[in-house]
């Protein structure tokens, strides 16, 4: 009997040509490649919360980690309830999911079809491609303008076999942000047979003026997604939560495609709590405010461009990147190479706490000059 399978002939090809996700390093692992101790490294790879999260939500996971042995609520009731309440929605509307990532999968899986078309930017978040190819379905890219998306060339991409446009607000990797009313003007021009996903999984980096509020847009938008996550601002990245917002029509489609059980009781009991905790986000925000002002300014004392960023991270201009980053792992600073994004010279940083960003701004003089 063989012990192999034909994946050539078993997974449809735009399976095979997949090309997987690149997460940032982990601690861990540099640790053991570079025999360093884990404690002595700074990561600043995946646009987590440098603070650790909310004590709030330490106290919530460790009140529900006596019941572990029963399954979580399927329908997330206590935490769709916080949230509805939060943005004036019905419950109905929400789609809990496995991490933000899992919101935007599960668009793919309702909407898409191979021969189908899904519009996204250039330099945009990596896993519209990767989820738009994952179901067989044509990735329209549009050329980015000043980093940033293009509106109104995304516009003109779409076609009577568009399904899904995806917009990030801010977008990942470059920082870029649009002003709230291009973006509903923006939604409001797609036909509404097409679903806009809106990504706002660092709308609360925000300055509040900044914010869209775009879930009050939804009694006009049928067909538009509000995608958010507790990974960022609210510093639940290893739980896995986050949250769309829609009609209660698609909502009902994309709980149809979800794994029955795809947020798990400890993730659900820290994001209610998590999503009560003004202070922290406030907090956050504010540590993250003062953290792109340092490392802005350091940069530009090593002469280098640095984009402007409304996240919790920055894209530096170093030149070689791929060579200025095993430099910085050598000296145990692991940032983001964004090469898969069309940006072989850049770096991606996220703001850690100032000692980190510190840190990292030493390394980076060292391993610019070696
Ligand atoms: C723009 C954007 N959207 C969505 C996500 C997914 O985050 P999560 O699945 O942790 O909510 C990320 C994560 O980096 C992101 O940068």
Request: aromatic share 8%; net charge neutral.
């Amino acid at each position: 009997m063989s012990t192999s399978v034909e994946t050539a002939t078993l997974a449809p090809d735009y399976v095979r040509r997949l090309a997987p996700y690149v997460p940032g390093k982990p601690v861990d692992e540099l640790a053991r490649e570079l025999g360093l101790d884990p404690a002595t490294i700074v990561k600043l790879a995946s646009n987590e919360n440098p603070r650790g999260p909310s004590p709030r939500a330490i106290a919530a996971i460790a009140a529900a980690a006596g019941d572990i042995t029963r399954y979580p609520d399927g329908n997330g009731f206590a935490l769709k309830a916080a949230l509805a309440a939060r943005y004036d929605v019905d419950a109905e509307q929400i789609v809990l999911g496995n991490g933000s990532n899992d919101v935007l999968e599960l668009v793919t899986h309702a909407f898409l079809r191979p021969g189908d078309e899904a519009v996204y930017a250039q330099h945009a978040f990596a896993v519209y491609p990767l989820a738009t190819q994952a179901r067989g379905a044509t990735g329209v890219e549009v050329p980015a303008r000043s980093f940033g998306h293009d509106l109104a060339a995304m516009r003109a991409a779409i076609t009577p076999r568009t399904r899904v446009v995806f917009v990030a607000n801010p977008n990942n990797p470059t920082g870029t942000w649009l002003p709230p009313a291009a973006v509903q003007a923006f939604v409001a021009s797609v036909p509404r047979d097409v679903i806009v996903v809106l990504d706002e999984a660092y709308n609360e980096y925000l300055a509040p003026a900044e914010q869209a509020n775009a879930t009050a847009w939804l009694a006009e938008f049928p067909h538009l997604v509000v995608s958010r996550s507790f990974s960022k601002a609210y510093g639940l990245a290893a739980l896995r939560v986050g949250y769309g917002v829609t009609a209660p029509a698609v909502a009902d489609l994309l709980n149809r495609v979800r794994q029955p059980f795809n947020v798990n009781s400890l993730a659900q009991a820290a994001a209610i709590a998590a999503l009560a905790d003004d202070a922290y986000v406030e907090e956050s925000r504010a540590l993250n405010a003062a953290g792109i002002v340092q490392l802005t300014a350091g940069l530009g004392k090593l002469g280098r461009r640095v984009l402007p960023s409304h996240g919790n991270f920055l894209l530096v201009h170093v030149g070689d990147a791929a060579d200025v980053y095993q430099r910085l792992l050598r000296r145990g600073v692991i940032v983001r190479p964004v090469a898969n994004y069309g940006l072989p010279e850049y770096l991606r940083v996220t703001v850690g706490l100032p000692a980190e960003n510190r840190r990292f701004l030493d390394a980076l003089a060292i391993a610019l000059t070696r």
